[in-house]
């Protein structure tokens, strides 16, 4: 017999809508037109939600802002549009969004003065932002001061809300934080072990990364558990080209694999994760290595593309590991050791486990991934079933991929990063008493 969601365990309660921190259903007490937005180096992603109408929902991204080959892909709820765009700036990209979004053919609105609501993905909120927060010029203000703490994404987020404040006036805007669901790891999981001055002085901590997403699946699996939030103790491996794990101990993350900056922790695309800090100074010593060139090789050069030296994408990893490449399998190897040594970890700092999470593009899509670092933690009551495991679209809806008699879930849960700020966003308006 297939069992397709667990059974309360004894003393739990079932899950009540009402129960679960966030509704995970985009609701509001009127109807709410929200745009939210995540700017990148060079690239802009927005999905479009009308609380009112669920058929109007619009999602698009424009690539290569800034440089040649700059490109619009939209995706209307009836028909999907693709245009090349001149070389421009980010508030260039912007107006081709709104014109996107308000098209003829494929839009969905009249004009940008429908929108209700903007929301803005920061990635870096420090100790200062711990919760969705609307923007005024001081909330702002704070956010430009953290920039030293994620110099490659804080300024562009920062200058792509100052451009939607400027092109959408009238509308709240409300920044959502990639830091924030971490900010309840205790100080004995977020502190390094270095002087006590350079964490007065400078902050320097591990803040982690990748909390709304975590926060979103999180929530996701217990409602497919029927259970509440804060009954469970789950792992959540988000793996993508930037990959991290947290432990999420009743509803709240006590510990993340990435720390200071997202190159901590696990081996991703280009980031090298856990390393040991003196290669660097070894590497100052021996090549004169530059800040700028550390930053460069953490960032950029490592990873499975440094390990592999073929690509940074585990699609063409895998396919070179089976066609016998061999740095491309030891790459393959080295990436999911990392990803059970952190399960491991976490189970143990938790005194326990209810279900294992995998998600984003790898965690989803790669059944070979999930074996690999799965494999051998039955000692820990983790197992997963070969078949489920193949067969699993963790694209669509949470697929189960543990066997009947294991004592611990596994699930594939797509993750919706863009709804989760869609709902942080109407939750913090609600919180400061504002109505867009």
């Known amino acids: 017999m297939t069992r397709s969601v667990a059974e309360p365990s004894k003393g739990a309660t079932a899950l009540?809508?009402?129960?679960?921190?966030?509704?995970?259903d985009l609701k509001s007490e009127r109807p709410e037109k929200i745009l939210v937005i995540n700017c990148g180096s060079s690239s802009l992603k927005y999905s479009f939600y009308d609380t009112g109408d669920e058929s109007?929902?619009?999602?698009?991204?424009?690539?290569?802002?800034?440089?040649?080959?700059?490109?619009?892909?939209?995706?209307?709820?009836?028909?999907?549009?693709?245009?090349d765009l001149p070389q421009g700036a980010f508030a260039d990209a912007f107006k081709a969004m709104v014109e996107a979004l308000t098209a003829k053919e494929s839009g969905v609105i009249a004009g940008a003065g429908e929108v209700s609501l903007v929301t803005h993905r920061v990635?870096?909120?420090?100790?200062?932002?711990?919760?969705?927060?609307?923007?005024?010029?001081?909330?702002l203000a704070q956010v430009e001061a953290l920039n030293p703490l994620a110099p490659l994404h804080n300024p562009v987020n920062v200058a792509g809300i100052r451009a939607l404040r400027r092109l959408i006036p009238?509308?709240?805007?409300?920044?959502?934080?990639?830091?924030?669901?971490?900010?309840?790891?205790?100080?004995?999981?977020?502190?390094?072990?270095?002087?006590?001055?350079?964490?007065?002085?400078?902050?320097?901590r591990r803040y982690g990364f990748h909390g709304t997403s975590h926060h979103y699946v999180s929530l996701r699996a217990a409602q497919f558990l029927k259970r509440h939030p804060d009954q469970l103790r789950l792992v959540s491996c988000h793996l993508g080209n930037g990959s991290s794990l947290c432990a999420v101990d009743r509803g709240r993350s006590v510990?993340?694999?990435?720390?200071?900056?997202p190159a901590e922790g696990l081996i991703m695309g280009t980031r090298c994760g856990d390393v040991d800090a003196g290669v660097l100074a070894f590497l100052e010593r021996t090549e004169g290595l530059t800040a700028s060139q550390s930053e460069e090789l953490l960032n950029k050069s490592s990873g499975l593309l440094g390990l592999s030296g073929i690509s940074s994408d585990m699609r063409e990893i895998l396919k070179a590991a089976y066609e016998g490449h061999h740095r491309a399998l030891v790459a393959l190897k080295a990436y999911c050791y990392r990803v059970k040594k952190y399960i491991?970890?976490?189970?143990?700092?938790?005194?326990?486990?209810?279900?294992?999470?995998?998600?984003?593009?790898?965690?989803?899509?790669?059944?070979e991934v999930r074996a690999l670092a799965l494999t051998g933690l039955d000692c820990m009551g983790i197992t997963f079933d070969e078949?489920?495991?193949?067969e699993a679209d963790g694209f669509d809806e949470v697929c189960r991929i543990s066997p009947d008699n294991s004592r611990v879930w596994v699930l594939v849960v797509p993750t919706d990063e863009e709804k989760m700020m869609a709902i942080e966003a109407l939750r913090a308006l609600s919180d400061e008493g504002i109505s867009p």
């Open 16 to 24: 009540r809508q009402s129960d679960v921190p966030y509704s995970l």
């Open 56 to 83: 109007h929902n619009a999602r698009g991204h424009i690539e290569r802002i800034g440089i040649e080959g700059t490109r619009l892909v939209h995706h209307g709820p009836k028909t999907d549009a693709k245009r």
């Open 123 to 139: 990635v870096h909120g420090g100790e200062r932002f711990t919760q969705a927060t609307v923007i005024t010029d001081e909330v």
């Open 170 to 204: 009238a509308a709240p805007h409300v920044a959502v934080f990639d830091t924030a669901f971490h900010h309840t790891q205790p100080n004995y999981a977020y502190l390094y072990g270095l002087p006590w001055e350079l964490y007065e002085k400078k902050r320097v």
């Open 255 to 261: 510990d993340t694999s990435m720390g200071f900056t």
């Open 344 to 367: 491991g970890a976490y189970v143990a700092s938790m005194g326990g486990l209810d279900a294992v999470i995998f998600t984003a593009g790898i965690g989803q899509g790669s059944a």
């Open 387 to 390: 078949e489920l495991n193949r």
